[in-house]
C-alpha cells in the first residue's frame, strides 16, 4: 500500500496542485503536465495516476516554502496543510 503524502514534509521534486477535472476540483499532492498533454499525479494517499488532456482543465500549483533550518519543503498555506494533513479524511 502507497505511504500517504504529509504536506508538511513533502517528497523532493512534489509540486502540489489543484487540477480541474471532469468530475470538480481535486487538490493533489504532486502533479506533471508530460508533453503529451497527460497529466500524471499523485493523490494525498499515495496512489498515482494518469489523466487525459480531454478530462482535465486548469492546473494551479500550489506555493511550498522550506522551513527553516531544515532541509524540507511545506506547503506555504497554513490551511491547506491542515485539510490535506495525515488526520485528514481527504483522500486526493
Avoid at 502540489?16 to 497529466?39: E, H, K, M, N
Avoid at 499525479?41 to 482535465?56: A, I, K, M, N
Avoid at 511545506?74 to 490551511?79: E, G, K, L, Q, S
Wanted: charged letters at 30%; proline letters at 8%; hydrophobic letters at 35%.
Amino acid at each position: 500500500m502507497p505511504e500517504r503524502v504529509d504536506p508538511r514534509n513533502l517528497p523532493s521534486g512534489y509540486s502540489p496542485a489543484f487540477i480541474q477535472l471532469s468530475d470538480g476540483l481535486v487538490c493533489v499532492a504532486d502533479a506533471t503536465v508530460r508533453d503529451s498533454g497527460w497529466l500524471e499525479f499523485t493523490e494525498w494517499s499515495g496512489t498515482t495516476g494518469l489523466v487525459p488532456p480531454r478530462d482535465c482543465g486548469r492546473v494551479k500549483f500550489i506555493a511550498t516554502e522550506h522551513v527553516d533550518d531544515e532541509l524540507r519543503r511545506r506547503i506555504a498555506d497554513a490551511d491547506i496543510r491542515a485539510e490535506y494533513g495525515p488526520k485528514a479524511e481527504v483522500s486526493r
